[in-house]
């Protein structure tokens, strides 16, 4: 098969037009579909990140306690609902397959809105150091071991070591403040102008809240007595190996409880939760219109190779006529579309490059991943070949004696 790229050449003086738009077509399906993935990628990732936490023996119990009695009676409904809450909680403990249990005013499940802290350290004259936004979570000692979670610095106190205005930070959040997990231990920190509060312990890194939220591994576990709340989140540390048959006692303790009030008990799994099934949803949206544009930029391939076809019959004629096989003719188009498609891949490259810095602004993690773009480069090649092979074929089907019919 002999291949020149003189009639390519005097192709492009002829039909420059047309060359340039499968270029650009090439180019900008290139920039996009990187573009798309890229930014899909990072929803994935970023809806994936572990927790922190030891997810495989964990079991979430969220109960709504309404404070009332059997007969409806509410004169004291704040009494009834902690008493309902510790009859709860001392419910769970009895039984043999459950190892502990912590109550939390937020976890990494929660599919409702919150908002997150300024945290300020504070200099010995009430001066401020330092400043962090961070996510106040109230919680008891018992936190720490139920979770999972390493001391890093510090005491975590017994577990009637409640005690209004101490916290234990993460070693993410101390470290910020205070430059170190240990120099965190004693100190003081705000989280509003009227709060003033100590440091007791620091514990290893945890998530709290979804990965979407920023500054999600800074984290103040508030060891005070948490607000009044009639939904209470209880994280139940199963026995090693026993989390199915926790899952199951548990939900037969509170079946009867069930019956008059909101009990749910389910695993403690990040990849069931909302924003884990938000970040996939975007990912394959995304996915999809990248894979739409292909079809497009495949179909416009197609559209402009059959135009030059169609333009170029006679000199595929004269071609045959003069010895070209049909391997010849298939094969010059197959070039044609190779140096098109690499011009317009090159190009597509760099305004992915230029798209990328621009997406940082709003995606701030995400990485200039090379095997996506290197993904996209394939599968639009694949795209772009299919697409020349069509006409091409037709074209070899040309007889030689159609170079005669305009003499």
Same mark, same amino acid.
């Given at each position: ?50 927790? =922190?936490?030891?997810?495989? @023996? ?9 404070? +009332?009695?059997?007969?409806? @009676?509410? $004169? ?16 769970? /403990? ?35 150091? *330092? ?29 009637? =070591? ?11 959040? *101390? ?76 939900? *037969? *303790?509170? $079946? ?23 970040? @996939? =949803? ?31 019959? +006679?000199?595929?004629?004269? +071609? ?10 298939? =094969? ?64 070899? /089907? ?5 170079? @005669?019919?305009?003499?």
């Amino acid at each position: 098969m002999n291949l020149d790229v003189g009639p390519l050449l005097r192709t492009l003086r002829r039909q420059p037009g047309v060359m340039a738009l499968f270029v650009l077509e090439i180019a900008a399906g290139v920039a996009t579909i990187s573009s798309l993935l890229i930014s899909g990628s990072w929803y994935l990732q970023l809806s994936s990140r572990s927790s =922190g936490v030891d997810e495989q @023996n964990l079991i979430l119990v969220s109960t709504y306690s309404t404070g +009332r009695g059997p007969g409806g @009676n509410d $004169a004291d409904l704040e009494a009834g609902i902690y008493s309902q809450q510790t009859a709860d909680r001392d419910r769970i /403990r009895a039984l043999p397959e459950v190892q502990g249990v912590t109550q939390l005013s937020t976890c990494v499940l929660d599919d409702r809105w919150s908002y997150p802290v300024l945290f300020s350290s504070l200099r010995s004259d009430g001066t401020r150091r *330092a400043q962090k936004v961070g996510w106040g979570v109230y919680a008891d000692p018992e936190f720490p071991a139920v979770l999972g979670l390493p001391l890093v610095a510090g005491a975590v106190p017994g577990p009637d =070591g409640r005690a209004p205005g101490t916290v234990i930070l993460t070693r993410s959040l *101390a470290e910020h403040l205070f430059g170190s997990a240990a120099g965190a231990v004693g100190a003081t920190l705000s989280s509003h102008p009227d709060e003033t509060l100590t440091v007791v312990g620091v514990v290893e890194n945890v998530r709290m809240r979804a990965p979407f939220m920023p500054a999600g591994q800074s984290v103040a576990f508030h060891l005070g007595v948490p607000p009044l709340d009639h939904e209470v989140r209880l994280i139940v540390r199963a026995r090693s190996g026993q989390r199915e048959a926790a899952l199951a006692a548990l939900r *037969a *303790a509170f $079946a009867p409880a069930a019956t008059r009030r909101f009990v749910q008990v389910r695993s403690f799994d990040s990849s069931d939760s909302i924003h884990h099934r938000v970040g @996939n =949803g975007l990912f394959k949206l995304l996915a999809s219109f990248g894979v739409m544009l292909g079809i497009v930029v495949l179909l416009g391939a197609l559209a402009a190779t059959s135009f030059l076809v169609a333009q170029r019959t +006679r000199q595929i004629g004269i +071609r045959r006529a003069l010895g070209a096989t049909r391997a010849d003719i298939v =094969g010059y188009f197959l070039l044609e579309s190779i140096l098109a498609t690499t011009l317009g891949s090159a190009l597509g490259v760099v305004g992915a490059a230029v798209l990328y810095r621009m997406m940082r602004r709003v995606f701030a993690d995400s990485t200039f991943d090379l095997r996506l773009i290197g993904l996209t480069l394939l599968l639009l090649w694949v795209a772009s070949i299919l697409a020349t092979l069509i006409p091409a074929l037709r074209a070899a /089907r040309v007889s030689p004696g159609v170079a @005669n019919r305009s003499l």
